[in-house]
């Protein structure tokens, strides 16, 4: 079969099939949609593609299954339930018992009670390691990421060394301004954006990570703008960004660039290589670079589906996402994602 023409089955056939056959073929496929399902196939190498449209074929000449004969020992179908045989219009139109309901899903969501605060071992292992490392910190959002690097700051300026804090988006240093400056006092914190120049010699800057790049760009050309002797952290929030196709080498020239004396502070919630990463650090910086991978969540995710008709059903069986752990999808959710398609995409696209 030729390139174009699996491509051409491939866009004719449901996400549901679509999914099927990119199972153990592309990474992560469940959480793709038909377009990229589609693109990820046709990138395959041209063996797998040839397991592709073998079993595709396999897929297309399968026969309708036979209706199973009923077992006495099980109730009988109800006359609304929803069947293979059943005109479009009046499939899934009796919701599945839910797994969970609504109710259970929102349960416990608020402000926790207030309670003594004490940072967990991996936050206090983080800080000290600072003191003669770079640190990779790999941790789910919510679990206490800005406290290691609140306590990494203090300890620097308590020490008359400057700290450089960078995020991806303006928005988020103009928020992160904010946030030290009710921390450390206002005078204590500036920032340098492409549109913003407030108190640059203040002992904490917060910038995008372009801005650093640049400034070490002009310090490494004799152009300085500011003093690096005294910088003794910088802390790259979101280092995830050095897997982007096209930001990714600002944060790696920044790392290049960095001054040796300073320690690096990485991080991350979602960094899919940090052991990788951590050992390219160590590789081209004088001081090693140590991985700190936190993967218990603190803050509970959860997910839930709503549908174009305003109601809404949790999304999973399970009321919490536990990584890795797999999942399986609520009976009302698949019902009301199936009429959807129904009146969207029409009944061919079912299968």
Known sequence: MTHDALATQLADLPVRLLHHLAKNRVPRHFRMGKNRLIQSLLALSPAQQAEVATALASLLQEPARPPKPEKSAKPKRQPDAPSRQSPPHQRHSA?????????????????????PFKPDDWQQEAIDRLATND?????????GKTYVAVEAMRRAIETEQTVIYTSPLKALSNTKLTEFSQIFGADQVGILTGDRRD???????????????????DAASGEIDMRLDTLGLIILDESQFLADPERGVVWEETIIFAPAQSRLLLLSASIGNPDEVETWISSIRSTSCHLIHHRNRSVPLRAAYLDPSGKLAPFFRARDIAHGKGFAFHPETKRLFANYEDQTLGPRYRR
């Open 95 to 115: 919701p599945a018992e839910p797994a969970i309901s609504t109710k259970i899903l929102f349960e416990g969501i608020g402000v926790p009670p207030p309670r």
């Open 199 to 217: 108190n640059p010699q203040a002992p904490i800057l917060v910038m995008t990570t372009e801005i650093l790049r640049n400034l070490l760009y």
């Open 135 to 143: 640190v990779i910190l790999s941790a789910p959002t919510g679990s």
